[in-house]
């Protein structure tokens, strides 16, 4: 290393490589107090009393989507089983004074 420009290289490079490492550092101990200030905090019994309330709202909306779905079944269930007439419907006669 008797050049001073490869020194110069080299003290810069750790330089930086020191100056990422605490900034990594910095950011995960910052990380790690906001998880236990947010671990710590409690719910308020306002917000947990809304939740369950939506939550029961969610269930009871799934359950009529359940109910809907099954109707639709069903039916469908009982058009395909109707047999297929091949006549046509009879067709409407039309006034003598409409266009054709």
């Not at 799934?62 to 099954?70: D, G, H, K, P, T």
């Not at 039916?75 to 054709?100: D, F, G, V, Y």
Request: glycine share 0%.
């Amino acid at each position: 290393m008797d050049d001073p420009a490869k020194v110069v290289i080299a003290l810069s490079f750790l330089a930086s490589a020191a100056y990422s490492i605490n900034a990594i550092a910095r950011a995960a101990v910052a990380h790690r107090k906001e998880d236990a200030r947010i671990a710590n905090e409690s719910v308020p019994p306002l917000m947990e009393a809304r939740l369950a309330r939506i939550e029961q709202a969610v269930d009871a909306i799934a359950l009529e989507v359940e109910r809907i779905s099954e109707g639709q079944r069903f039916t469908t269930r009982l058009l395909s089983e109707l047999p297929h007439s091949s006549a046509k419907p009879p067709a409407r006669q039309l006034s003598a004074n409409t266009p054709t």
